[in-house]
């Protein structure tokens, strides 16, 4: 067990390690130290202003944590997810430039600013119990089978098929002409007081030509006499 797990896992490097830490630690220092000045400058309370930082940094762990965990298993989910902690870390970019900007004059605070600033302990609030419901549905097993099986049959080649030829019909016979046209008579006659098919039915009941149908309408003249 030991040999397989050493196999598929590579060993850690200390040194890619310890630099992840270190940058981790200090951007989340640095990032702290912004926000919290944001909040100060637009309003909150010193008391308080730490609560934005810890907002925003809470929000992104919480929405990359359901994004990338092997435990959420609606699609829905996922998606919100990615773009909730793309969300976060976009807008905890943007308070550390809007910060800085002001620090150094480049910006004043308007009130769009602290408004913005104000509204966002309301909306992650919102779009964490919209995530946590979305992280406790789970997609029937049906969906998964028809979304592989559209992939599948998208992937797949789609087989060539073969055109129908068009067979030309066999040429009958005169005497299954005859036979043909005396079974018409017998049925026009049935139906119409006991006269005889006229040319242009039997022409158009065995289509055939004219001068067919006038020859057949002779040979059954000729055996009614």
């Known amino acids: 067990m030991s040999d397989t797990t050493n196999a598929s896992s590579p060993p850690r490097d200390l040194w890619v390690m310890s630099g992840m830490l270190i940058a981790a630690a ?26 934005l930082p810890v907002t925003l940094d809470a929000y992104a762990m919480t929405s990359a944590r359901v994004w990338l965990a092997s435990t959420t298993g609606a699609r829905r989910a996922r998606r919100f997810a990615r773009a909730n902690a793309i969300g976060a870390i976009t807008a905890s970019i943007a308070g550390n430039a809007t910060y800085h900007s002001v620090a150094v004059g480049l910006m004043q605070i308007t009130p769009p600013i602290v408004i913005l600033v104000g509204a966002v302990p309301a909306a992650v609030l919102g779009f964490t119990a919209h995530l946590h419901a979305l992280r406790t549905l789970v997609e029937p097993e049906s969906e998964y089978i028809r979304r592989d099986e559209a992939d599948a049959t998208e992937d797949r080649p789609r087989p060539r098929t073969r055109s129908k ?24 006659r049935a139906s119409h007081g006991g006269r005889p098919i006229t040319r242009d039915e039997l022409r158009a009941v065995l289509k ?8 057949l309408r002779r040979v059954l003249a000729a055996e009614g006499q």
């Not at 000045?37 to 730490?50: C, D, N």
């Not at 067979?167 to 026009?188: H, Q, S, V």
């Open 165 to 188: 030829v068009k067979r030309t019909p066999r040429p009958r016979t005169e005497d299954e002409l005859r036979t043909a046209a005396r079974e018409a008579d017998a049925a026009y």
């Open 26 to 51: 200090s951007a989340a220092v640095a990032s702290f130290t912004g926000l919290r000045g944001l909040a100060l400058i637009t309003g909150w309370p010193s008391r308080l202003a730490w609560l």
């Open 208 to 215: 055939v030509s004219g001068s067919k149908a006038t020859e």
